[in-house]
């Protein structure tokens, strides 16, 4: 499934992107949505790999 095609997953990439720029290294979609085989309530499992934590560890402190 492309993000282009569903606006919540655009959203989601768009938030992430305000969120931390280039530390963005990979966006993940896995599971039903994935496979295509979601139902109506099925959630969006989504895997974010960042470049570096250093700036993620500082900001959970």
């Known amino acids: 499934m492309d993000a282009i095609e569903n606006p919540i997953l655009s959203r989601f990439r768009a938030a992430l992107d305000k969120a931390y720029g280039d530390q963005v290294e990979r966006v993940v979609l896995f599971g039903s949505r994935?496979?295509?085989?979601?139902?109506?309530?099925s959630d969006y499992d989504i895997a974010v790999f960042l470049k570096e934590l250093t700036s993620f560890d500082?900001?959970?402190e």
Do not use: K, N, V
């Not at 496979?35 to 309530?41: E, I, Q, V």
């Open 34 to 41: 994935a496979r295509g085989d979601a139902r109506s309530d």
């Open 58 to 60: 500082r900001e959970a």
